[in-house]
C-alpha cells in the first residue's frame, strides 16, 4: 500500500479562504447595505420654579401613534399629506417607545414626582398619563428649494385617574423648531430641542394637575 501523500498547508486553508472571501464579496453585492447610524435624543431636565410635589404613584404609558410615525425610522414630511423617512439612520428605539422612556426621565428629572415609572402589569396606580404622539417629523418647505427643515413635535396628554378610570383633565403640546442647516446632526438637534419644550411643558402641567388631585382626595377623605 503506498502512503498517503501529503497535503500542502495552503491547499488545506484554500477552500476556507475562498468561503471568507465570497462573503466578503456578498457584503458589497446589491441588496446589501450597512445598518443604519442609530440616533436617540435627551430627556428634560430644567423646569420652572415653584412646581408642586405629588405623592400619587404616576404611571405613564407608552404613547399611542400612527403607523407613519410608530416606527424606528426617522421620519420627514415634503407636503402636508406625505410622509417619508431619511436614509440610513434610525432611532434607538421605535419613537413611541423612545418617547415614553424620556417621559419617564424628565419626570425623574423633576424631582417632584415621588413615584413615577413605567405602566406594567401589576404595578398600582394613582394616575395614569395616557398619550398619543400626533406628529414626530421633520417638516421641508417645497417652495424653498435646499432649505433646512423645521421639526413638528405634537403630544396630546391625558391624566386618567384610578381605579375610577375617570378623564381627569387634558391638554396638547405642540412646538416647532428650524434646524440650523440641513445636515442631519442639525436636524437631530431640531428634533431635541422641539421634543424638549414639549416634554418640559407636558410635566409641568401633569405635575400641576396631579397635585390638584391630591388635594381634591384629600379633602374627600378627610
Known sequence: M?????????ARLLPAC??????LAA????????????????PKNTFADGLPVVRSQILIEPPVAAAGIDTGRI??????TSLDYYAGVSWTDRAP??????????????????????DTI??????????ELREFQAEYDPAVENAPPRVHV???AKLVAMPRRSIEASRTFEAFEPARSAG??????????????????LVEWSLAETARLDRESTRRNS
Do not use: H, W
Open 184 to 201: 442631519f446632526e442639525d436636524i437631530i438637534a431640531a428634533y431635541d430641542e422641539a421634543l424638549g419644550k414639549v416634554l418640559r411643558r
Open 154 to 156: 405634537r403630544i396630546n
Open 27 to 42: 457584503c458589497a453585492l446589491p441588496g446589501f447595505s450597512p445598518p443604519p447610524k442609530l440616533f436617540t435624543l435627551t
Open 97 to 118: 417607545a423612545m418617547v415614553q422612556t424620556l417621559m419617564v426621565e424628565s419626570f425623574e428629572n423633576s424631582g417632584k414626582a415621588l413615584s413615577v415609572g413605567r
Open 122 to 131: 401589576g404595578l398600582r396606580s394613582d394616575v395614569i398619563l395616557k398619550s
Open 2 to 10: 503506498r502512503p498517503p501523500v501529503p497535503v500542502p498547508l495552503s
Open 75 to 80: 421620519a420627514l414630511s415634503r407636503a402636508p
Open 18 to 23: 475562498c468561503m471568507i472571501l465570497g462573503l
